[in-house]
């Protein structure tokens, strides 16, 4: 990978004082007269372009080119849970199937201890071909087992890109998986992009949100991502014309994990699969102000969310976040309440069919991807707002 070289033969205490004035994430140390890189490096190359010349270098350490002919096909982790797949794993093979196109890959969904019912639901899904690892040391999930699987998997296959959710699940499967492969992982990704070389990019919020990072990975196999669920739409269901390969494998290794018993968490509800939501922010005075909305949730049958600030407050369950350190929706309707719209929070919801936002700032972030935008106070316009729509909703029923 790419690295700053500080040639320290043209290092003066005043072209120290320069480079450590330049660089915005004080990366620089200067003790005993030695200028060195710490850790906070993002190689954004400021003191290359704009420090004097030859000090800083960026020096280009390439990797052994690897012959890309060699790795074929985009592989979907099915992740399922009591007989059942989550959604996301429809959701991916859906953009896989997009991806594909590009370079008339096929896609393969990769089923370790699941049923033949789901199996044959990826195929109406459109997959090419459903790898099942169904032997019973896989009816129950065990990560290191699961992991040893898919290396088996893809030292039979040598597929080029591997997807997974980034569900609770994903978050710590994929990563052992990639260490396993000895090659990289990109996480909670938004987007993707296929080149015609079968390049995967990675497209994700970086550097706390304030830049969407393109991560390119030429010279690994596979490419792996975990991408949110919501994110994209599921695949449409068809006439199946793929087939079902039921894999061999035993592994030789003793897990570490061992399940002693299983404790089902109590349902709560869960905004992910909302028709209507009306999310909340900082705009709110007081908790108990959000009562102000039950009218308005009433008639709508909506369900409420909010912003990071109001969990930390305490005021309502963390799964009620929505962003990239929460959950992504796609509802039909979605209500800003009083948000400002970082693009943190933004990426969490910006599928919404009908995006409506209410804010008293009139340059709010949301109004720029909302539908209607509404700029006034938000104690004031949520009882009009709530008694126009019970109004609207009474006369239809008359009708």
Known sequence: MAYIKVNQNKVTP?????????????????????????????????????????????????????????????????????????????????????????????????????????????????????FMYDDDIFKIFNIDLYAEATKNFFEKHKNSIFLFGATPLGRSFAPRVAAKLKTGLTADCTALELTDEGDLIQIRPAFGGNIMAKIHTPNHRPQCATIRPQIFSKGIKGTPIGTISHETFKPDMISHVRLIDQHPKPEVEDISDADVIISVGRAFKKQEDLKLLTPLMKVLNAKMACTRPLVENGWLDPRKQIGMSGRTVKPKLIINLGISGAIQYIEGMKNADLIITIDSNPNCKLFEISHYAIVGDIYEIIPKLGHMIASIMEERHVR
């Open 14 to 130: 005043e072209i120290a004082e320069k480079l450590l004035n330049i660089c915005p994430f004080g990366a620089f140390d200067w003790e005993n007269q030695v200028l060195s890189i710490n850790a906070n490096c993002k190689i954004c190359k400021a003191c290359v372009k704009k420090g004097p010349e030859g000090v800083c270098e960026l020096i280009e350490s390439m990797r052994p080119w690897i012959d890309r002919s060699l790795y074929k096909g985009i592989v979907v982790f099915i992740e399922h849970h009591n007989g059942i797949a989550q959604p996301v794993s429809w959701e991916l093979i859906g953009k896989a199937k997009e991806l594909a196109k590009t370079t008339n890959d096929e896609v393969y969904a990769l089923l370790i201890g699941g049923n033949q019912r789901i199996a044959d639901e990826a195929l109406h899904y459109g997959v090419d071909q459903v």
